[in-house]
């Protein structure tokens, strides 16, 4: 089945700036497991001393017991005991190099040999794959095929990679099992059968959930970093839709909101760097006028959430939907056009054609 998290959050919160997907939180003395002896931990309390970066790393260990009230009688030896149970219980867990560079070697041949493909070789080659790490923008109309390009490279990818997840982040409430499993029955492989199993779909209706879920996600991937024989990997993170969760956020008044974006976008960036992800992002459209320039087909639309959003992308794809007088001939098809408009990766300005049938892409 399709494992579904639920995070929603009710109030309104801000962005906190000095959030991380990165760096580990502080852990407060009394919540390790096992706990330390409750005398030692309200003393410290008492002197300030309420995590486990302030007893290791900010402060001389000396000077926090000679602080220590006297009247509670802690002793120097509990007192180091302390100390040496919490650098225990903080520290990562060992890892032989060698065995850390042989799994590293292995998950970058799995991914370069799949390649991250939606399967549509024009399309492909227009970004060189997907591979990981990198921040794709997907931008277009309702009905241009985002969606669909982010769900067939998805599920493409798991059906051909048997230690890889998706994790998919609905900001709307319109994740369609059903359309995962026609797409599924079409694209049929090897590792078909267990691609539901590590496909996760998460609700999140504001940019702090998103947050939560990715800091959720972080833990998860950093925990794994042990390498157990064959570990279940998250390769691929969709947010669909990006524009409801940052769009109402911007005003032309106030720069809070602008401020708010970029700083999800460089942390976004910097996550799919250090875990080795390919990160889409689907963006809406918004109207232009008298037409977007930047688009070789003429159009009168471009990309919502404004030009900030798109340079802090690696790629942006722009998908459109042609005529139907252009798919004559095939009426269970559409024809619809991928165009690079602005990338780190290769060439902007770039496009290619491509059809949808039976809610699958296709060459033409």
């Known amino acids: ?6 995070v929603l959050y009710f109030e309104l919160r801000l962005w906190p700036p000095s959030a991380s ?10 919540n390790f497991s096992p706990p330390l002896k409750l005398e030692t931990v309200q003393a410290l309390q008492e002197v300030g001393v309420k995590t486990d970066t302030d007893l290791l790393l900010t402060k001389d260990p000396t000077d ?23 650098a225990e219980l903080a520290s990562a867990t060992p890892i032989h190099g060698e065995k850390l560079l ?12 799949d390649d991250m493909l939606l399967g549509v070789p024009e399309v492909d080659a227009l970004l060189g794959g997907f591979s990981p790490p990198r921040v794709v923008e997907v931008s277009g ?3 241009s095929g985002k969606t669909t390009l982010a769900m067939q490279l998805a599920l493409r990818h798991l059906s051909r990679a048997e230690d890889s997840s998706v994790l998919w982040i609905d900001s709307s409430g319109e994740f369609s099992p059903e359309r995962v499993t026609h797409m599924l029955e079409q694209l049929g492989n090897e590792f078909s059968p267990t691609v539901l199993e590590r496909l996760q779909v998460s609700l999140a209706f504001d940019i702090e959930a998103v947050h939560e879920v990715l800091e959720t996600l972080r833990r998860t991937v950093s925990a794994n970093t042990g390498y157990s024989e064959s570990p279940i990997r998250i390769r691929l993170v969709v947010i669909d839709s990006i524009t409801p ?3 109402p956020m911007l005003s032309a008044t106030s720069s809070q909101g602008h401020a708010i974006m970029t700083t999800f976008m460089r942390q976004l960036r910097a996550f799919a760097e250090s875990f080795s992800l390919t990160v889409i992002v689907i963006n809406t459209s918004t109207r232009i006028l008298p037409r977007n320039f930047e688009a070789v087909f003429e159009t009168a639309r471009k990309p919502a ?6 340079f802090m992308a690696d790629a942006t794809l722009w998908l459109s939907r042609r005529p139907e007088a252009e798919s004559a001939g095939d009426e269970e098809a559409t024809i619809h056009v991928a165009e690079v408009l602005r990338s780190r990766i290769t060439r902007s300005q770039t496009w290619a054609r491509f059809k949808i049938r039976r809610g699958l892409m296709v060459s033409l």
């Open 1 to 6: 089945m399709i494992l579904m998290r639920k």
């Open 21 to 30: 997907f990165l760096c580990p939180k502080r852990m407060r003395l009394q």
């Open 64 to 86: 926090i017991f000679t602080r220590l009230p006297a009247e509670l009688g802690i002793s120097l030896l509990d007192f180091r005991s302390t100390i040496s149970k919490v």
């Open 102 to 113: 042989e799994q590293e070697n292995k998950r970058r041949e799995d991914i370069f040999a």
């Open 141 to 143: 109309d309702q009905g």
């Open 245 to 247: 969760l940052l769009g």
């Open 305 to 310: 959430l404004g030009p900030s959003f798109t």
